[in-house]
């Protein structure tokens, strides 16, 4: 059974950072592209960031150079790095893989 568990979310000044996880079990995080997305509310689910197999990565426009996604395959976590935050950040944020999808963690940032 595939599960994807997202840590780290919280509240955080504009300017400020925080690290989100996302611990998966059932596949390999080596293996397959894993990606983070976000829903702020009102709008659609869009990416935010995706690692491949050979750790080639791609980023939305609005976050490039803030955020960094990254992978520990020995513990099987994937990595969101966001620095910089912004109000616009605002949002639900999501780890996917395939058809697998996380519960989410909701990420604030105050102005």
């Known amino acids: 059974q595939v599960q994807l568990v997202e840590s780290g979310g919280g509240l955080v000044q504009a300017g400020g950072s925080l690290r989100l996880s996302c611990a998966v079990s059932?596949?390999?995080?080596?293996?397959?592209?894993m990606a983070w997305y976000r829903q702020a509310p009102g709008k659609q689910r869009e990416l935010v960031a995706r690692?491949?197999?050979?750790?080639?990565?791609n980023y939305a426009n609005s976050v490039k150079g803030r955020f960094t996604i990254s992978r520990d395959n020995a513990k099987n976590t994937v990595y969101l790095q966001m620095n910089s935050l912004k109000p616009e950040d605002t949002a639900v944020y999501y780890c996917?893989?395939?058809?697998?999808w996380g519960q989410g963690t909701q990420v604030t940032v105050s102005s």
């Open positions: 059932g596949i390999i995080v080596s293996t397959d592209a």
């Open positions: 996917q893989t395939g058809s697998y």
């Open positions: 690692i491949f197999r050979g750790a080639w990565t």
